[in-house]
């Protein structure tokens, strides 16, 4: 079994701003290289695990998500680095567009993208870790420990206050 380390994009990987669907829009945290690449060195597969409600509310479509994920994909490759995939959820439960609206099991905190990427790789949820910025980061799977790092959604009830400070939960 793979153990797996399960990221956040907006606000974990890249900042976080309104709605990121273009190569422009994505600027890469600053310590997000080295940190993944510690953990891949510590044999953790990298996943990232988003919402993407902006498809849901009609800012853009899934196949501009794929593009972003692709491109995001090859830089962080180009780092060294490996995603083994990137899940999303195009769902909301108030979507505009009536194709997404739902209340899915993939929205987070449900699990519905880790239990997917288990599947997939077949992954032991006791040995890997959700790396998020918001509450509805905390996957609610039991087994499954998540940290939250500081940020505009979390002044409070944080984990650590940057990705630096994970490493010790590796």
């Known amino acids: ?9 907006d606000g974990v990987i890249n900042e976080d701003i309104a709605y990121p669907y273009l190569p422009e829009h994505i600027i890469f945290k600053e310590d997000i290289f080295d940190f993944c690449k510690k953990a ?51 769902f909301h439960p108030e979507a505009t567009i009536e194709k997404y609206r739902q209340d899915s099991n993939f929205r987070k905190p449900k699990p519905g993208m880790v239990l997917q990427a288990k599947a997939d790789f077949d992954i032991n ?12 980061d905390r996957i609610e799977l039991p087994g499954l420990r998540s940290i939250i790092i500081k940020s505009n959604y979390t002044p409070v009830n944080f984990d650590v206050e940057k990705l ?7």
């Open 1 to 9: 079994m793979n153990r797996a380390l399960f990221l956040d994009r």
């Open 40 to 90: 891949q060195k510590l044999g953790y597969l990298l996943i990232v695990i988003t919402n993407q409600a902006g498809v849901a509310r009609g800012h853009y479509s899934e196949e501009d998500v794929k593009s972003l994920h692709q491109w995001m994909g090859e830089r962080l490759l180009e780092k060294g680095i490996k995603i083994a995939a990137f899940y999303y959820c195009p």
């Open 125 to 136: 949820i006791a040995q890997s870790l959700v790396i998020g910025d918001k509450l509805s």
């Open 164 to 170: 630096s400070e994970i490493e010790s939960f590796l």
